[in-house]
């Protein structure tokens, strides 16, 4: 089925701000019209700015410098209450910051050799059972579990086994985080690889390849039985992978998607319906998918083991708001439609995708 051009959502430019420094990540702030901005001032120091949307523009309500320059934060380990902010630099450091005293870290750990590329947070804000957690991959090669109840040691820590290369991990994300036991990450690194945890195991559950370096990982939902896992690639690739049913060789059932021809930076799924999700593109683009789920969702092999049946994806919308790439994306929590960007232009843009009940 079509959707006829009325129908279709459409992407709105609401609000956009030129910063005077490189902007590597972007986050709503939960329950707020506030957003914050995380980057790497001109003289090498880290930038935090919390903007507030007033209207059609973006005011500047403080900005906070730091050490060593911001590539990732998150919300995600934190009670909406607290509302702390875990960020990771570029000396390797995971940092806990509350924004209403930010002059000192709650928590501060050099979790890692490089600069940690990925942060991702669960067990706060109300979504997903078990600790508060955060996850950090790191180009040094290893990805860390951190709970900051717990001070200097991470609670899991992926490296490569003896004689592994080490490969630039370029993206973490947590998922089925149902119930107290169960979790996982997810892992993407520079070489293709994609390789999934059980932290209830403390084991390697599952890992592919998909031939280009993964730039983007993210489950539709973090606080489900794992349900659909979205990678995105350089050759502007990405895969949808039906996480219900792993097969015993075959692993997890997917469809792939060349979107355009560069690298897709960002996935980010609509946290108010988990089979829409936005692209954001090297060419300075961002594309709307849908996933439709198959008839029937797995079948069994000619042994009797039940395999998983991938979907298709279909394109809704999509926009070019910049000539460099859009490098983060954030959907606000509270406000259907509402969504954050940065790109290499040094600027931040807020959207307001339309429609989106209509598809």
């Known amino acids: 089925t079509t959707t006829t051009g009325l129908e279709r959502p459409q992407v709105v430019a609401h609000a956009q701000q030129a910063l005077a420094y490189t902007l590597f990540d972007c986050k709503w702030v ?18 935090i700015q919390l903007y507030e ?28 209450q607290q509302r702390y902010l875990a960020t990771g630099d570029f000396g390797g450091n995971l940092n806990i910051w509350n924004l209403e005293a930010p002059e000192i870290p709650l928590y501060s750990v050099k ?6 590329n990925s942060i991702d947070g669960v067990g706060g804000l109300g979504i997903g059972e078990g600790a508060p957690e955060i996850v950090t991959g790191s180009r040094d090669g290893t990805v860390k579990v951190w709970d900051p109840r717990q001070k200097d040691t991470p609670v899991a820590n992926m490296e490569p ?14 998922g089925n985080a149902y119930n107290q036991e169960e979790r996982v990450v997810c892992a993407g690194y520079d070489n293709g690889d994609i390789k999934l945890f059980d932290l209830k195991t403390m084991s390697l559950r599952w890992e592919t390849n998909i031939k ?28 949808v992978f039906d996480m219900r049913t792993q097969h015993p060789t075959k692993g997890f059932a997917s ?10 930076w960002q996935v980010r799924h609509l946290p108010q319906n988990r089979d829409i999700f936005m692209t954001s593109g090297g060419a300075g683009s961002l594309h709307l998918w849908k996933y439709e789920y198959p008839a029937q969702r797995s079948k069994k092999d000619s042994e009797g083991a039940e395999m998983g049946v991938a979907g298709s994806v279909s394109l809704l919308q999509n926009v070019t708001l910049s000539t460099q790439p859009i ?26 995708v339309t429609k989106l009940n209509k598809v």
């Open 30 to 47: 939960p329950r707020s019209a506030r957003l914050l901005c995380l980057g790497s001032a001109a003289r090498g120091t880290g930038l």
């Open 53 to 80: 949307l007033r209207g059609g523009r973006l005011a500047l309500l403080r900005e906070i410098e730091k050490a060593k320059p911001i590539k990732c934060g998150t919300f995600g380990a934190a009670s909406l």
């Open 111 to 116: 979790g890692h050799k490089e600069i940690i």
């Open 161 to 174: 086994v003896q004689g592994e290369s080490k490969r630039d991990c370029w993206t973490v994300a947590f």
């Open 212 to 239: 280009n370096g993964v730039c983007s990982v993210e489950f539709d939902r973090k606080d489900v039985n794992m349900n659909k896992l979205v990678a995105t690639s350089l050759e502007g690739k990405f895969h």
């Open 255 to 264: 469809v792939s998607e060349k979107a355009q021809k560069s690298t897709i």
């Open 327 to 352: 490098s983060s994306l954030d959907w606000s929590p509270d406000k259907k439609g509402l969504c954050v960007c940065g790109a290499f232009d040094q600027t931040v843009r807020v959207l307001i």
